[in-house]
């Protein structure tokens, strides 16, 4: 069943986070359906601009809405990831997708609070939930490139304004973290204190953690042994997720390390089967992998064993 991401905020917020998890394949999208079910944990899927071209954009809408149906116990919102103003309103129309991310990070705050507040009002009207960001983290993302040392953590002060004055629903916050699998190569971290001030002024209001993967060692390594070469990638320790919720992180975004867990099985399966062509070999492998995967990052973000409050919560 789909629902909104500000179902799911009211159902969390300050107890725990939902994992939003970035799909662009059916093989990433079973493996999550089951990972969600398996764990009993309500979820966010998230839709890339990269995603929506990858193949075409109704691919992906296709393959949700069959997986609604295989899965119909879960409960999930379906989230336009770092959307520009064209690619929101093409979301909003489609009638699809339950919420949106306008990212206008980039630009100077009045333009940003302008163009968030156009995606605000179109997105209130047809009953969408917005995101914005506030703040710019550091990394790699599809249309734009920040430095670690051009990345500029959110001022407290700044967001409270921004939040009233656009009216959005929760706000991604640069607290530290970025995007990619080489995170914190200076001396950053996540900034709780940073954190804990938003929330203050912005008490019960969701914030989003993007930049979340924890790159785990052990899936660096086995990718290396495999022919990889992703010496130094490392990401954010998933043991500060509860932390993180209590201050009001309330979606926490994760994409690479599915990206390496897909790495490692085919890695790790054409390796050994240097002569393999069946492409529903390493697939099958790896829907499996995803969901445990999926299931064990729940546990650590609270949302495993909260899918019948949320289904409560939204009367299903
Ligand atoms: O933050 C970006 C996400 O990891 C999506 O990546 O734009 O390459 O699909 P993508
Ligand atoms: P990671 O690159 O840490 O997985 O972050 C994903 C993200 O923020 C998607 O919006
Ligand atoms: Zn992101």
């Known amino acids: 069943m789909i629902v909104t991401t500000k179902d799911l905020f009211d159902v969390a917020y300050g107890k725990f986070a939902i994992g939003a998890y970035n799909i662009n394949n059916m093989e990433q999208c079973m493996g999550l359906f089951q990972g969600n079910l398996d764990s009993r944990a309500p979820f966010i899927i998230q839709i890339s601009k990269g995603a929506r071209a990858y193949t075409h954009k109704l691919m992906l809408e296709s393959i949700i809405r069959a997986a609604d149906q295989i899965f119909p116990d879960a409960i999930f919102a379906v ?21 949106v991310m306008i990212d206008a990070s980039h630009e100077p705050f009045e333009e940003n609070v ?33 430095r670690e040392e ?33 995170k914190f190569s200076g001396s950053q971290t996540i900034h709780f204190d940073v954190l804990e001030e938003i929330q203050k002024l912005l008490p019960g209001f969701p914030l989003v953690m993007h930049g979340s993967s924890s790159v785990p060692q052990e899936e660096v390594a086995r990718i290396n042994r495999a022919g990889g070469k992703l010496e130094g990638a490392r990401g954010v320790d998933e043991n500060l997720f509860g932390q993180a919720a209590k201050l009001g992180v309330t ?34 492998i790896f829907m499996a992998e995803y969901a445990k995967f999926i ?19 939204v009367g299903s």
């Open 79 to 99: 989230h336009l990831d770092h959307g520009d103003e064209q690619s929101c309103f093409d979301c909003i129309e489609s009638g699809f997708y339950s919420s």
């Open 114 to 146: 302008a163009i968030t507040k156009r995606v605000v009002d179109a997105a209130h009207a047809r009953g969408l939930v917005v995101e914005a960001e506030l703040g710019q983290l550091g990394g790699v993302e599809e249309h734009i490139s920040v």
């Open 150 to 182: 051009d990345a500029k953590l959110t001022d407290p002060q700044q967001a409270k304004e921004f939040v009233e004055r656009t009216g959005v629903d929760s706000l991604a916050c640069a607290i530290g973290t970025s995007h990619g699998a080489f």
């Open 251 to 284: 979606k926490v975004n994760i994409d690479t390390d599915g990206r390496l867990v897909w790495t490692r099985v085919h890695r790790e399966f054409f390796l050994e089967h240097p002569d393999g062509i069946d492409l529903r070999k390493p697939g099958k």
């Open 295 to 313: 299931a064990h990052k729940n546990e650590k973000l609270g949302s495993a064993g909260k899918l019948d409050t949320a289904a409560r919560a």
